[in-house]
């Protein structure tokens, strides 16, 4: 998927797909939504941190900052 990612250099997107990395779980939630979902992590001592959101799609998919 190489070619969908701007902003990073091929040995480095290696780092996006190797397993040893990738540890954490993404969920999705709308923006009305973000809060309640927040609160109930943090009932069960969990906790959360936005990492991008949902755009329209352009020519690439993925952009790195």
């Known amino acids: 998927y190489e070619s969908k ?5 091929p040995s ?3 780092l996006f797909a190797d397993p040893q ?8 939630v709308s923006p009305q939504e ?3 979902v927040e609160d109930l ?4 001592g969990l906790s959360a941190s936005p990492v991008g ?3 329209d799609p352009d020519e690439k998919r993925v ?3």
Do not use: C, M, W
């Open 21 to 28: 990395t990738s540890g954490g779980l993404l969920i999705a």
């Open 5 to 9: 990612v701007e902003g990073i250099d």
């Open 34 to 36: 973000k809060r309640i």
């Open 53 to 55: 959101k949902l755009a």
């Open 41 to 44: 992590l943090r009932t069960y």
């Open 63 to 65: 952009y790195i900052s």
């Open 12 to 14: 480095s997107l290696l």
